[in-house]
C-alpha cells in the first residue's frame, strides 16, 4: 500500500473532502496537521515556501507531492475507485464538484473571509437556491448518480455539513437524501464521530 501523507491547518475546510475519501475508501494515511494561521503563523512561514503552489493542502503519495485540493480529491477519487465508471460519467461529478466547489468560494468569502451580510443574504437567498435545484434534477438514484456513492456525493455532503442553516434543503428533498446518506455510511460516519473538533 503506498504511503499517504495529508498535509492541512487543523481545520476542515479545504482538505475535508480528501479526508472524508480517504475515510470512505477505508485507507490508512498520516493526517498531518499545522495550527491554523491565525493560531501560531510560524510553522506554516516555516513551510510555504517548500510546498508546490505556496497554498494547503499538500498531499504526499507514495513519493509524490501533489498540491491544489481539489486536484488531490480528484486524484483520490480515481485511484480508490469513486470518479465514474467511465469519461462521460467522470465529467458528469466532476461538473457537480466543480458547482459546489464555486458555490463553497461563495460561501467562504460572505461567512469567513469577509464575513459581509449583504453577501451572506444573497450566497442563502440566490447562490443555494440555484446550485439546489440544479442538482435536484440531476440526482438518478440513492445518490447523484446511481446506487453507487461517488465523490461527487461526497463533495456534496461536506459542503452540507458546513451550511450555517440545513433549512436551505427543506425544498431539495432528493439532494437533502443523498446527504443523509453519504453522511450515514459506515466510514464516514465514523470518520465524522472521530475527527478532530476545529472552528472551521
Partial sequence: MPAIKLTYFNLKARAEPARLILAQAGKDYEDNRIPAPWDDIAPWNAMKPNTPFGQLPVLCYDGSEIGQSMTIARFLAKEFGLAGANNVE???????????????????????????????????????????????????????????????????????????????????????????????????????????????
Fill in 90 to 200: 467522470s465529467a458528469r461529478m466532476d461538473a457537480v464538484v466543480d458547482a459546489v466547489s464555486e458555490a463553497t468560494e461563495k460561501q467562504y468569502i460572505a461567512f469567513l473571509f469577509e464575513k459581509s451580510e449583504e453577501k451572506q443574504k444573497k450566497f442563502s437567498d440566490e447562490a443555494l437556491p440555484a446550485l439546489f435545484k440544479s442538482l435536484e434534477k440531476q440526482v438518478s438514484g440513492d445518490f447523484m448518480f446511481g446506487s453507487s456513492v461517488s465523490w461527487a456525493d461526497i463533495i456534496l455532503f461536506h459542503f452540507v455539513d458546513s451550511l450555517p442553516s440545513k433549512d436551505a434543503l427543506k425544498d431539495y428533498p432528493k439532494v437533502a437524501a443523498v446527504s443523509k446518506r453519504v453522511g450515514e455510511l459506515p466510514n464516514i460516519k465514523k470518520w465524522v464521530e472521530t475527527r478532530p473538533e476545529t472552528t472551521v
